[in-house]
């Protein structure tokens, strides 16, 4: 079974940038869509962006388009979040999760990391 471990999370000032990494303990994420969803605090795990297992197809929730790009390197075993131009709602504990085929809805997603920590200071 893929185990997936998040890093990068932190605390950066409005209009700031993180890079967050996710990394898989096996060979068999080079098949998976990976994604990256959030929750903040009282609300629902929300997707962010997905990428397919080439890395040629990715999708963007509306909120982070333009400002966030995902990327991935199959050699590696990595997945990465590049987020720039942040803002005060972008705080969240960020997830990285896999599976076979694109979907935005987190109950589709077998394989989830543990979360890492974005917090965005006004």
């Known amino acids: 079974q893929v185990q997936l471990v998040e890093s990068g999370g932190g605390l950066v000032q409005a209009g700031g940038s993180l890079r967050l990494s996710c990394v898989a303990s096996e060979r068999t994420f080079n098949n998976y869509v990976m994604a990256w969803f959030r929750q903040a605090p009282g609300k629902e795990r929300e997707f962010v962006a997905s990428i397919n297992w080439s890395g040629g197809s990715t999708l963007y929730a509306d909120s982070v388009k333009g400002r966030f790009t995902i990327s991935r390197d199959n050699f590696k075993n990595t997945v990465f979040l590049q987020m720039d131009s942040l803002k005060p709602e972008d705080t969240a504990v960020y997830y990285c999760?896999?599976?076979?085929?694109?979907?935005?809805?987190?109950?589709?997603?077998?394989?989830w990391g543990q979360g890492t920590q974005v917090t965005v200071s006004s």
């Open positions: 999760a896999g599976r076979s085929y694109i979907s935005r809805r987190p109950d589709d997603f077998p394989y």
